[in-house]
């Protein structure tokens, strides 16, 4: 049972540079998140998507895209990025959404921007 | 401005203790309250949750406590032990989840 996979485990960015975090998930969940998380401040949700074709942002979404083309993948893309984006970045799964469902979270992507 | 603060930042509690962590959470359309436990070098998972219709949800040495008028909530873990050492996060929302900023607990064998 895979679950929820996140790649890359690492990576170390230059300033402006320009990446991709894969989240896939196999349990046929429609409801995906990714989340950051900062020492003294939890996790903060980044972009939200209820279902294929649908994306929505939450706290912290500037800088950041995605795109749901399939139910099974919801890819993180950072266009130019900065230091402040320097942070653990988590994907999680959901049956329905958050409101009836649990959140099955991926073991998380570590990025460093230099 | 985080829509759900918990307290406190770091909680050490002798084996056999009691641990009680808190939160409080701002937008009153919120109706899923789950706590989740986060290891070192793993994502968080579900511990428990509540919904607003009731007042405590207890599993196994686990509880939840929810006091809706106070826009309150809380875990209590009874007989803390050592593997209970770990991160906890509340969060409160409804489509997409809020989260507080964590409590590190440490428990002293």
């Known amino acids: 049972n895979a679950g929820v996979t996140q790649t890359p485990k690492f990576q170390v960015l230059k300033t402006g540079q320009s990446m991709t975090l894969q989240c896939a998930q196999d349990?046929?969940?429609?409801?995906m998140s990714w989340y950051r998380q900062d020492p003294g401040m939890g996790l903060r949700l980044i972009h939200y998507?209820?279902?294929?074709?649908?994306?929505d942002q939450g706290e912290v979404p500037n800088g950041y895209n995605v795109s749901r083309s399939t139910t099974e993948d919801f890819p993180l893309r950072l266009l130019s990025a900065a230091p402040s984006q320097t942070s653990v970045y988590f994907c999680?799964?959901?049956?329905?959404?958050?409101?009836?469902?649990?959140?099955?979270f991926g073991e998380g992507s570590r990025l460093t921007v230099l | 401005q985080q829509q759900v603060k918990q307290s406190p930042q770091s909680l050490i509690v002798q084996k056999g203790g009691i641990s009680i962590i808190n939160c409080a959470y701002e937008?009153?359309?919120?109706?899923?309250f789950p706590w989740y436990q986060q290891f070192p070098g793993k994502g968080p998972a579900l511990l428990i949750a509540?919904?607003?219709?009731?007042s405590e949800k207890k599993e196994g040495r686990f509880t939840i406590s929810f006091n809706k008028s106070a826009k309150q909530f809380s875990l209590h873990i009874m007989d803390s032990q050592p593997g209970d050492s770990a991160t906890y996060f509340c969060?409160?929302?409804?489509?997409?989840?809020?989260f507080g900023a964590g409590t590190r607990l440490t428990v002293k064998p």
């Open positions: 349990m046929n969940h429609e409801y």
């Open positions: 509540i919904r607003p219709d009731v």
């Open positions: 969060a409160a929302g409804n489509n997409d989840m809020r």
């Open positions: 937008n009153t359309a919120f109706d899923y």
């Open positions: 998507s209820v279902g294929a074709g649908i994306t």
């Open positions: 999680a799964s959901s049956r329905t959404g958050g409101v009836t469902g649990e959140l099955f």
